[in-house]
């Protein structure tokens, strides 16, 4: 039985000398693993070998949860712009499909993660956006908060997760607990060895995401380690992109 869906490769692996074992993240399917034969061929069904990060129409068929599907067609558009111009910018596209394939399971469909991802590839496609650290971090950072409240693990960030006391300036100091999945008051941190202390500036951005676009660097930079803490406290090991994001 054929599938016919639209995908992003997530991660691609040499099989032999013409073949390539893909990962996708479709739309209506999920996450798939597929051989696609002989697409290092020069002349082959998917107009050459298979770049990570490239998306578009795929057609595979005997997809199942025990065996690879077999990739039959991929009208693929490839990586171009900004992505092959900047390095933080294609490191943080790679960073965010190494999170989708760690984060997510085999055929379980996420439209509205797949929808986020595709545009964070496309937004940084544009020459002018992959060229402003800022632009491309507020993007790897509100992908990777609708990553974690797609696959249920959104941290509480409007109150202390663990007595319940509202977030707000009057707060003196904050922290995040990845234990707790959230943030925690100076009253409840000595409860939590694990805890990162934040600003106020970086809680309230957090906590109101129309606010992070505002955000200078460092507050970025500040919303991002505890992110990548709280993804490697998660995961139980550090994710391999994220030395090249992290300042510090």
């Known amino acids: 039985m054929l599938t016919k869906d639209r995908a992003v490769c997530i991660r691609a692996l040499d099989y032999s000398e013409t073949s390539q074992i893909v990962t996708l993240f479709a739309r209506l399917s999920g996450k798939v693993g597929a051989i696609a034969k002989g697409s290092k061929r020069a002349k082959s069904a998917f107009d050459g070998p298979i770049e990570v990060l490239s998306f578009g129409e795929v057609v595979f068929s005997g997809a199942g949860r025990e065996q690879l599907a077999t990739l039959t067609e991929f009208q693929q558009h490839s990586v171009r712009g900004g992505l092959r111009q900047n390095l933080f910018a294609l490191h943080s596209a790679l960073f965010a499909a190494e999170l989708l394939g760690l984060l997510t399971d085999d055929y379980d469909p996420h439209?509205?993660?797949?929808?986020?991802f595709?545009?964070?590839?496309?937004?940084?496609?544009?020459?002018?956006?992959?060229?402003?650290?800022?632009?491309?971090?507020?993007?790897?950072i509100l992908f990777q908060l609708s990553l974690l409240r797609e696959v249920g693990l959104q941290p509480v960030v409007k109150q202390c997760v663990n007595c319940r006391r509202p977030f707000s300036k009057?707060?003196?100091?904050?922290?995040?607990?990845?234990?707790?999945?959230?943030?925690?008051?100076?009253?409840?941190?000595?409860s939590y060895p694990d805890?990162?202390?934040?600003?106020?500036?970086?809680?309230?951005?957090?906590a109101d995401l129309k606010q992070i676009p505002r955000l200078q660097d460092n507050g970025l930079n500040e919303i991002e380690r505890v992110l990548i803490h709280h993804f490697t406290e998660t995961l139980g090991r550090r994710p391999k992109m994220a030395r090249h994001i992290q300042r510090g």
């Open 111 to 116: 439209l509205v993660l797949f929808d986020h």
């Open 195 to 206: 805890k990162i202390g934040l600003t106020l500036a970086a809680a309230r951005s957090w």
């Open 170 to 190: 009057s707060w003196r100091q904050v922290y995040f607990s990845s234990a707790a999945n959230g943030l925690i008051c100076r009253d409840c941190e000595m």
């Open 118 to 140: 595709l545009q964070l590839v496309q937004d940084l496609e544009q020459e002018d956006l992959a060229r402003d650290r800022h632009g491309v971090m507020i993007r790897l």
